[in-house]
């Protein structure tokens, strides 16, 4: 599987982004697929995932109720729809496709398959 993430920019706080990470292979809706970012200067760390139907939805604590992990399967595409973005959602946003059990489901290891990352920078 291939990721390729995009829509990412330059915002302002309190602005609306949707990213995009299309994947190419067959096996796309088998894997849960996640997003994670990375700040500069700090570790990669999870932002939420969902699982292969889109029934289950996974978010850190950070971002729920601002941010939305959705699939279309039948395209091969994840998003994620982030509202009200804050100067500290400023990261690199990778996604993710891999089979994590639900405790492992916020760490990378599991994810077998990452995007190159897109860039979202929000100023204050």
């Known amino acids: 599987v291939q990721l390729q993430a995009s829509g990412g920019g330059l915002v302002q706080a309190g602005d609306s982004l949707r990213l995009s990470c299309a994947a190419s292979?067959?096996?796309?809706?088998?894997?849960?697929l996640g997003w994670f970012r990375q700040a500069p200067g700090k570790e990669r760390e999870f932002v939420t995932a969902?699982?292969?139907?889109?029934?289950?939805?996974y978010y850190a604590d950070s971002v729920r109720g601002r941010f939305t992990i959705s699939r279309d399967n039948a395209k091969n595409t994840v998003y994620l729809q982030m509202n009200s973005l804050k100067p500290e959602d400023t990261a690199v946003y990778y996604c993710?496709?891999?089979?994590?059990?639900?405790?492992?489901?916020?760490?990378?290891?599991?994810?077998?398959?990452w995007g190159q990352g897109t860039l979202v920078t929000v100023s204050s």
């Open positions: 969902i699982r292969r139907s889109g029934g289950s939805t």
């Open positions: 292979g067959d096996s796309f809706s088998t894997y849960t």
């Open positions: 993710a496709a891999g089979r994590p059990i639900l405790s492992a489901i916020a760490t990378t290891s599991p994810y077998y398959y």
